[in-house]
């Protein structure tokens, strides 16, 4: 990747995040790159190919954070309430119309998306779920597949419908469906910990 490309994307993120795909022009991006239009050209063909190297950075991200999380974390529950800081962090620097531009004008793209969803995002969830109920916090009776494609199709409702039609912000809707998602699949021994992580992390949420 030359000098110019991996600054170009970064800038089109926050750009994209912050004001929407459609309203963001590619004389904003190079203005905001302090580079010609010439020069952002000469990297990418147009702002859907420019769009497609931002949302696979994003999932590359997103990736390596969620790895170091469960690096870092003493069992699934903190992991899950550390995700849910993560999605409400996240959620509150993104125009809610972000998703919803993707799925109606970059066919492309949302088909990444789906991808990353399919491949890694349901991935994680099920080994996540089996871990916890082997670790006695989730309940040992629950259908993992069926729990995962549930998770899945909450997040992306939220994502894609809910957040740009309802009167509460993404950041509450987000906190209430994880919230009440972890104390439904929880044991005893689950929500104890998941009553006490919040306690001690009253501030974030």
Known sequence: MNKYKDRIIDEAIQLFMKQGIRSVTMDEIAKQCGISK?????????KEELLVNCVEKIHEIKMKNHKEIVKTSE???????????????????????????????????????????????????????????????????????IVTGLLIGQIQYVINDLSE????????????????FARGISTNKGIALLENFEKNNSTNF
């Open 165 to 180: 039609n309802s009167k509460y912000s993404i950041v509450e809707i987000f906190q209430t469906m994880m919230l009440s």
């Open 38 to 46: 010439r020069t952002l050209y000469e990297n990418f063909q147009d």
């Open 75 to 145: 069992n699934v529950i903190e992991v899950l309430l550390t995700k849910i800081r993560q999605l409400m962090k996240d959620a509150s620097q993104l125009k809610p119309s972000f998703h919803k531009e993707i799925n109606k004008y970059y066919p492309s793209v949302a088909a990444i998306q789906q991808k990353y969803f399919k491949e890694f995002v349901a991935n994680e969830i099920s080994s996540f779920i089996k871990k916890g109920i082997k670790q006695g916090l989730f309940r040992k009776e629950l259908n993992v597949e």
